[in-house]
């Protein structure tokens, strides 16, 4: 069947009177509206559309060879995606952005005008949301059959507003004008259960039948994911809840009670209304496991519909299929897949097993205890009684076979169970992702080190082969070709040729114009204009960014120290030679996370008395940006000197941040923790501003003894920036973190002040040499390449998912 009948004559053109025609055509047929008026929006909508036409016309070429080799497919689930901004990447993946240039002149704006009005869905809370985004783009890029599934919020992450109490949150209706880049899809709906009871079968072990208390519908659209330099357009399918036709209660609203007609509707709705803004750390809400269920059971449904369009019977279910689990969220999956087989598709037990096991992997993000999920059980057996009772089934026989290995070691069989008794009863949600899946990876080399060696050491013990690590990635085309057009312009004048977008590696040519002069020169004026561009403060200062979500962890608070201590030197000795300095701090605190909030107060206070101060001002400066998002993150990172990377070594489990500003040259200041070792192993010690204690020893600091006090005691500046928190110079907060770091000091940050301290001031050093500081700069993306997410993807397809490519024909 060729699936692009119909499509025929009408495709999209390739000339830039097809492409005008076409922008036309849709101002009249689709918005609806007239040249004369059209307004930004409408220019705006139509040439999204436009657009889109072109790559919906892809899309129909990759469907068309997918469903024509009958592929392994890779299904990505993730309760996160932070897509970024649409229209410039999509301008790019198409080709089309000196025709749209040209074609919207005609509508009386310029293209510039129409990106502002390009909002990014902000679905997902930081690096574990962009990392999908990131994967998904990739994939399509190496031609790898492939569907990211999550869920569409109403309200993606909270738009940050700073002032100078600090953080505060709004709404994000982030489709409030519409999303022309969506496609809804309503006749892929599902159906999903909720809460109720299960009931024996008769003549039957293991099936059962479960009567949900509670049906919601799941509506999927989808997003076009077109892969760069290729043909292949691969979608994003997000799922939005509905009440059913059921939910509605005409009687009800007949009788006048019109909020309890609608109750069941709203409460259905909720499912998908709101992004949980929390990262690294779980509120633990009823309403979270109901999301993280709704995803999976709408996209399982989808996944089966589509393999049972292709294929007959479930032998070949587990070789067609690969579904990558991103993080604990959606877990949950492993106890479904097993339902549907056993209850609903009649599948043995065993195979039912060997099916899923052979089906799933799963990635690990984090190390941090308190963000591996888990679940009271109560809750579970409440919401979800049918998969409770399965996953008590594959915990029974798991443990059998742990007893089988280590026979007599209780301990280890209390420690593997995926059920945990203390102290209450929960689910632990990672080692069912562990018994559950053929592979388990974690994102950097030293986060899967730790993750066999710490938290799921007992499991590595038992499955050694199942363990690996995947570097994590990201994607130059957006973060440094679209974030960054000078720099791109420049490396691809120094290289020949624009190969390297596709094939990152490439970069290491940089290596030769190192040493040359004007070469050097014209980068640093690159790096100048695009700070004059950001206007965060002088072009000519040294631009010390930390960009990133804010936890104690990552030590933001440390930066703050350092902040302080720049500022008493320079008020001891004004006329000193200082290295003029601008701090740029960026990112949000998860609302309930009082401790982070207060270090977004703090940063507002101190900014603000160091820019009323006359003394400190000329030298340095302190900003907060609001509302760090894909979107402002492609402006600062174009625009950083110093990429600060300084979270207490073992906790971050890689950054992919890290890797943004590297690849633009910013050069890293950062302990020894995720990919930040990686990095400087790559752009080698002398390009990277190494400080602090290494993951083992931090590991060990509390037991033997730490003492926030000690360091206090020791180190006069260190003293005297804590001092000046303490006496209340910088308000409550100030006082506040003093309190905390002269308590507990739980992430050392005392501890590895002096050395931070020490390694900042080779930054000046190196600083005050240009020459230097921009070969270091150089140096930083020409061995940044192996941190392009193709090669992540090239990974997780050699190692993890086994896929091949699948090549879309050109258009002919
Ligand atoms: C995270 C980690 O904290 C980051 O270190 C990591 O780069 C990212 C992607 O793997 O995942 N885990 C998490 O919960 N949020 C993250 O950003």
Redesign the pocket.
Known sequence: MDLRQGIGPRRPGKTADEFQQDLLSNLFYRRGTTVESASARDAYETLSLTVRDRLAERRSRTAAAHFATNPRWVYYLSAEYLLGAQLEQNLLYSGTGDLAAEAVKTLGFSLEDLEDLDIEPGLG???????AACLVDSMATRDIPAVGYGIRYDFGIFHQIITEEGQTERPDDWAFHGNPWEFPAPDDRQTVGFYGHTEPIPGEQTRKRWVPGEIVLGEPSHMLVPGYGTETVNIVRLWRARGSEASFDLSRFSAGQYAEAVQEAVRAENISKVLYPD??TELGRELRLKQQYFLVSCSLRDIIRRFRLRNEGWAEFADKTVIQLN?THPTIAIAELMRLLVDEYEVEWEEAWSITRRTFAY?C??LLPE?LETWPVHMFERLLPRHLEIIYLINMLFLKEVEARFPGDHDRVRRMSIIGEEPERRVRMAHLAVVGTEAVNG??EL?SKLLRETVLNDFAELWPAKFQNVT?GVSPRRFVKIANPRLSDLITEGLGGDGWLGDLERLAGLEALAGDASFLERWRAIKRANKVDLAAGDPDSLTDVMIK?FHEYKRQQLKLLHVIAMYHRIRADPSADWVPRTVLFAGKAAPAYHAAKEIIRLIAKIAARIAADPVVSPHLKVVFPENYNVTLAERIIPAADLSEQISLAGK?????GNMKLALNGAITIGTLD??NIEIRARVGAENFFLFGMDAYQAANAHQQGYSPWAYYEGDGELRAALDTLRAGTFGEAGQRVAGSLLGRDEYLTLADFRSYVESQDEVDQAWRDPQRWARMSVLNTAHSGFFSSDRTVSDYAARIWRVAPVPVPKED
Request: avoid cysteine.
């Open positions: 809370n930081g690096g574990l949301g962009r990392l990262d690294s993080d990635t993000h984090t963000a994102v950097a986060h994590n979500r971050e489990a890689s950054g992919t995720g990919a």
